[in-house]
C-alpha cells in the first residue's frame, strides 16, 4: 500500500513514521518551497509523547524541548488560583513538552528522512486537486516548474486549517470561524522563573496571558527561551476572520502592551521587559471550525488540523494530530484501504468532536474565567470564591474528556 500525505506540518509527518513502523509506504507532499522552523511555542501532553516515544524519539525531545513539571492558574494580577503538576511529575509514565513547533516539526522531519529516505518529503509541491477511482488516488500538484501527478492508494489531507482536502468536499464551509480573538505571540531568552520548567495561565478568556519556557541552551546558563502568548478580545463573532495575510502577521509591542499595561502583573516575570525584549512577535486570529459529520470520503481522509481545526486552550492542537496518525496507521495496517478510512474516522472523530466543542467553552482554562467572572476584582479568600475541589474537578473532567487522565495514560 502507498499512501500521500498532504502536508508536512507534525500530523503529517507523525503519520509517515508510524506507517512506516508498521511496513507502509508513504510520500509527504508540503506546499512550501522548504520546512523551515515556523511558530513559536507548543505544549504536547503525555499521551502523544507515549506516541512518539514509541516512534523512538523521546531523546530528540528532550534534546530540543523542556519537561513541563507544573501548571499554575492565576488571576490577571497574579493571585495564585490552581496549582497542578504535569507529566512525569504528576505521575505520568511519559512527559508532557513544551517545545518550540518548528524544532518539533525538524525532530519529526529528521526521523522521516533518515528512516524513508529524502525522496519520502516532496518539499514545493502544492496539492491543487485530486480525483479518485475504485483502485486509487490521483494527485495534482503544482510545482515550481510545473504540474504533475501522483497515484496512490490512500490520500491523507493533513494540510492544516485552511486544508485544500477539506474544501474539495466541504467548500460551502468558507473561512474558519473566529471567536474575536487575536494572539500575539513571542519567544525570547530571559531568567527563567519559578521550577525552570513552569508554566502560567493568567487572566480569562477575554484577556489571557501565557507564559512557558520551552528551550535551554548550555552556552546561556542563566537564560530559557521563554514562550509568551496574550490573547484580547477585540470584537465578537460576528466579525469577518482576518484575510489569509493576516494569519501570523509580524505584531507590533504596541500594539501587544495597549492589551497588556494595566491588565497583568505577576510576581515572577516583568511581563513588560519580556514583551519589549522579544526581536519579533506574531498575530494569529484565534480560529476553529464547526466539527464534520465525516472526514473520509474512500479513499481520501483528514487528520490533524484539516480534520479538527480548535481553539489553543488545553494544549490539545499537536497532541490530537500525534493520536490522529499513530490510529491511521494501526488502521492501514488492519484493514483494507476504505475500511481502514472508516474504521480511522470512527475512532478519532467523536473524541476531537468533543474537545473542539469543549475548548470553546475554555476548555480547562475554565478555571480562570470562573475565578475572574466570580471575583472579577480579585480575593481575599479564594475558597469563597471557588473551593480546590470544584477547579481541580474542572481540570480533571477536560482531562478525561480528552483521554489524558493519569489512569487513560499509565497502563
Ligand atoms: C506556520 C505555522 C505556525 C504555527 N505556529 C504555532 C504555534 O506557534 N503554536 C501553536 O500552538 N500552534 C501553531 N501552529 C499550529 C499547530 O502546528 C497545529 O495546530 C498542530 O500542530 C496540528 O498540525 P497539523 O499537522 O495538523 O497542521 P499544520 O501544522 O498546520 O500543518 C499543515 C501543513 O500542510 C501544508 N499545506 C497546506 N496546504 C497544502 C497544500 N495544498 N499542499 C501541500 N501542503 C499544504 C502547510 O504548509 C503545513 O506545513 C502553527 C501552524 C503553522 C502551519
Known amino acids: 500500500m502507498r499512501v500521500l500525505i ?25 506546499q512550501a518551497a522548504g520546512i523551515r522552523e515556523l511558530g513559536v511555542g507548543i505544549n504536547t501532553l503525555p ?37 497542578q503538576p504535569r507529566g512525569i511529575d504528576a505521575g505520568y509514565e511519559y512527559p508532557q513538552f513544551s517545545i518550540h513547533r518548528g524544532k518539533l516539526q525538524a525532530v519529526l522531519l529528521d526521523a522521516v528522512r533518515a528512516r524513508l529516505g529524502d525522496e519520502a ?65 513571542g519567544a525570547t531568552w530571559a531568567k527563567p522563573f519559578l521550577s525552570g520548567r513552569s508554566m502560567i495561565i493568567a487572566g480569562g478568556m477575554k ?25 484580547a478580545k477585540i ?52 480560529c476553529d471550525r464547526e466539527p464534520l459529520r465525516r472526514w473520509s470520503w474512500r479513499r481520501v481522509t483528514l487528520l490533524g488540523d484539516a480534520a479538527h481545526p480548535m481553539y489553543p486552550v488545553g494544549s490539545n492542537g499537536a497532541s490530537q494530530a500525534i493520536l490522529d496518525a499513530v490510529t491511521l496507521a494501526d488502521c492501514l495496517a488492519a484493514f483494507s484501504p476504505v475500511e481502514a478510512l472508516k474504521t480511522y474516522e470512527k475512532t478519532r472523530r467523536p473524541a476531537t468532536t468533543k474537545i473542539v466543542r469543549a475548548n470553546r467553552k ?32 474542572l481540570v480533571g473532567a477536560y482531562q478525561s474528556m480528552a483521554g489524558f487522565a493519569r489512569n487513560q495514560v499509565n497502563d
Not at 157 to 162: E, K, L, Q, S
Not at 207 to 231: F, G, Q
Not at 255 to 278: A, C, K, N, Q
Request: glycine share 10%; with cysteine.
Open 6 to 30: 498532504i502536508g508536512g506540518g507534525i500530523g503529517g509527518l507523525t503519520a509517515a513514521l508510524a506507517l512506516h513502523a508498521r511496513g507502509i509506504e508513504s510520500v509527504v507532499c508540503e
Open 47 to 83: 499521551h502523544a509523547i507515549n506516541e512518539l516515544a514509541t516512534l523512538g524519539l523521546l531523546d530528540e525531545l528532550d534534546r530540543v524541548g523542556i519537561r513541563t513539571a507544573e501548571l499554575i492558574y492565576k488571576t490577571a494580577k497574579g493571585q495564585p488560583i490552581l496549582r
Open 121 to 185: 518529503v516532496l518539499t514545493g509541491h502544492k496539492l491543487v486537486g485530486f480525483d479518485q477511482d475504485k483502485s486509487g488516488v490521483i494527485a495534482r500538484f503544482e510545482t515550481a516548474e510545473d504540474e504533475i501527478e501522483l497515484r496512490a492508494d490512500v490520500m491523507v489531507g493533513a494540510d492544516g486549517i485552511h486544508s485544500m482536502v477539506r474544501r474539495t468536499y466541504r467548500g460551502e464551509e468558507g473561512p474558519p470561524d473566529w471567536n474575536g480573538i487575536l494572539m500575539w505571540r
Open 207 to 231: 484577556a489571557k496571558l501565557v507564559l512557558y519556557p520551552i528551550s535551554n541552551d548550555p552556552h546561556r546558563p542563566d537564560e530559557t527561551l521563554m514562550n509568551w502568548v496574550v490573547c
Open 235 to 286: 470584537g465578537d463573532e460576528s466579525m469577518p476572520v482576518p484575510g489569509k495575510d493576516d494569519w501570523s502577521r509580524a505584531g507590533t509591542v504596541d500594539e501587544v502592551m495597549r492589551h497588556v499595561d494595566g491588565v497583568f502583573s505577576l510576581d515572577e516575570v516583568d511581563i513588560e521587559t519580556l514583551i519589549r525584549s522579544t526581536p519579533e512577535n506574531y498575530v494569529y486570529p484565534m
Open 362 to 393: 475554555g476548555g480547562p482554562e475554565r478555571v480562570i474565567d470562573l475565578v475572574e467572572e466570580r471575583a472579577p476584582n480579585g480575593f481575599n479568600n479564594l475558597d469563597a470564591v471557588a473551593s480546590k475541589a470544584e477547579l481541580t474537578a
